[in-house]
């Protein structure tokens, strides 16, 4: 497996030692296993090829200008899911004329009173004792430098707080509670498609198949997750998707087949986060055909596949117009995919599409449904086997209405 990649980028204002303050942390990304590419010019940003593959992007440059080329580079890595780290004003006073940036970071300085070497109490929030950032210091502590006066997001998760004690230069603000440390997190879509032998036995092994539209379900989902206002994470392989990924995502895509080597510790936490309504479930196509030893993922989705007897142009129905995946399709939907059967359809599936043969002993041949126990969701749909799908705009649309369904849970409304 490649090394997760990290940037670090310095410059700016010289009087912060930028790349002296960076120097110290180069050697701990790379002992923590990243492959760290160092940068002194904004034009990284602007590097789509380089900005596609960082994982972490660590940033202390005070002051400068952000182009709208570079800013975006930035901003569209961080909503797919890098991380953005800083301290003091290299992160949070710089590009002063980017309001967008300082919405991404949650904060900007506006002052440092006591000047540059004032002593000052830091104190961490209680609740935040635990927090891997703050572990293990004090719950108080003092330290001389610049005591930042700054706006802050008030959406933020605050980790730890300074208070100013009557500075001579603007007594007004004494007593004023400023927050030192803060954490700013982006609701993720996180996109599995992991491909794996349904019996790994080397000396009889059955494998799975590997369809072609995986890439372009990630570019769709890709879309669907800036649409909803989420970040995007691709995991082709789930044994890569660490825990911590799994307890900080919204959305969990699955477009797996073949016995996805889930471990007990992913599993206790979509299990958890799902039945909390914390994470929501989505499967496309082939997921209902993955994971068969875990016998709680084919509840989630509320199916099991049970083989696909035909491909063609299908006649699809539409059950239920009032669900968002479904209110904008015509019905009969004409739709080329592959006929999709299940078994251990769950009692309490709500019927969206479905292929009908009046007077067969066949019926009713369920396609796509949702599954709502409160305050869980999720969402399946049995379509999308063949590249074309994901540029047919009713399949699209189908598959946003799904997605936003399930979201609907967490945002408060009750949805359709």
Not at 50 to 67: A, K, Y
Not at 84 to 110: E, I, K, N
Not at 209 to 228: F, K, M, N, P, R
Not at 235 to 241: F, L, T, W
Request: proline letters at 7%; glycine letters at 12%; one cysteine or more.
């Amino acid at each position: 497996m490649p090394a997760e990649r990290a940037l670090v980028l310095w410059g700016g204002y010289p009087g912060h030692q930028p790349r002296e303050a960076v120097e110290r942390f180069i050697p701990y990304l790379s002992g923590a296993g990243f492959d760290v590419v160092v940068k002194d010019s904004l034009d990284a940003y602007a590097d789509a090829e380089l900005m596609s593959s960082v994982r972490v992007i660590l940033q202390n440059w005070t002051t400068g200008d952000l182009t709208a080329d570079q800013f975006e580079g930035l901003s569209a890595a961080v909503r797919r899911g890098a991380g953005l780290v800083g301290w003091h004003g290299g992160l949070c006073d710089a590009f002063r004329h980017l309001p967008a940036y300082q919405f991404m970071t949650g904060g900007q300085w506006l002052a440092h009173p006591g000047g540059s070497y004032a002593t000052y109490t830091v104190d961490i929030v209680p609740a935040a004792a635990g927090d891997p950032v703050v572990a293990g210091l004090a719950g108080s502590f003092s330290i001389t430098s610049e005591q930042y006066y700054l706006a802050v997001d008030p959406a933020v998760e605050v980790l730890a707080t300074t208070t100013f004690r009557k500075p001579a230069e603007a007594p007004w603000i004494e007593e004023a509670v400023i927050p030192a440390v803060w954490r700013k997190g982006w609701d993720e879509l996180l996109y599995v498609s992991d491909v794996s032998p349904y019996r790994p036995d080397p000396s009889h092994p059955a494998m799975a198949g590997v369809h072609q539209s995986l890439g372009s379900a990630g570019t769709a989902l890709e879309e669907i997750a800036g649409l909803c206002g989420l970040g995007f994470a691709h995991a082709p392989r789930a044994a890569d998707i660490a825990v911590s990924e799994l307890e900080g995502a919204r959305l969990l895509v699955l477009f797996t087949i073949g016995e996805t080597p889930w471990s007990a510790a992913q599993r206790e936490v979509i299990e958890r986060r799902a039945a909390a309504g914390e994470l929501g479930i989505v499967g496309v196509y082939s997921a209902t055909d993955a994971a068969y030893r875990w016998p709680a993922i084919g509840d989630l989705l509320g199916g099991r596949f049970n083989g696909h007897p035909i491909t063609g142009d299908l006649p699809i129905t539409v059950i239920d117009r009032a669900h968002p995946a479904t209110a904008h399709l015509p019905s009969p939907w004409r739709f080329r995919d592959e006929l999709y059967l299940f078994r251990e359809l769950v009692p309490d599936a709500r019927l969206l599409l479905a292929v009908e043969f009046g007077g067969s002993d066949a019926g009713t041949l369920p396609l796509a449904w949702c599954v709502e126990r409160p305050p869980a969701r999720s969402f399946y749909t049995a379509l999308g086997h063949f590249v074309a799908a994901y540029e047919d705009a009713n399949y699209l649309q189908h598959l946003l209405g799904g997605v936003r369904w399930v979201l609907g849970a967490a945002a408060g409304g009750a949805g359709a």
